[in-house]
């Protein structure tokens, strides 16, 4: 993840640009769906018109009570273009989210 800025309230808009280890950077603008401080973020990014292609994203996280904390990433990928873009979504996509899982654990790991 290269950056990942905006609105942290529902109906804001943020921006994310991504860097796939093997791909060009790509930059999306989901709008935010949910937010909380104490529980995480959920967003829905759309490619065209809604039902084109849909991806919904969520990041959660809960306290286990003993100073550690359990992080949570979740996507859901809908609409008409899907199967299409499947292979990229395992190719890139994929691995851009698990890099930028790497890097905000790092990041939290230094507070």
């Known amino acids: 993840m290269i950056s990942f800025e905006g609105e942290g309230k529902v109906g804001g808009r943020l921006s994310i640009l991504l860097q796939p280890k093997d791909g060009e950077p790509f930059r999306f603008r989901p ?6 401080r104490k529980n995480g973020i959920r967003w829905i990014g759309r490619v065209g ?3 084109l292609f ?3 994203h ?9 100073g ?3 992080f949570l990433q979740e996507e859901t990928f809908k609409g008409l273009l899907v199967p299409l873009l499947r292979k990229r979504l395992e190719l890139q996509t994929k691995p851009a989210f698990e890099e930028m899982n790497r890097a905000l654990k790092a990041r939290v790991e230094k507070r």
Do not use: C, P
Not at 58 to 66: H, T
């Open 31 to 36: 709008k935010v769906l949910e937010f909380s």
């Open 49 to 51: 018109i809604g039902g």
């Open 54 to 56: 849909d991806g919904e």
């Open 58 to 66: 969520s990041l959660k996280w809960a306290s286990n009570g003993d």
């Open 68 to 70: 550690s904390t359990t």
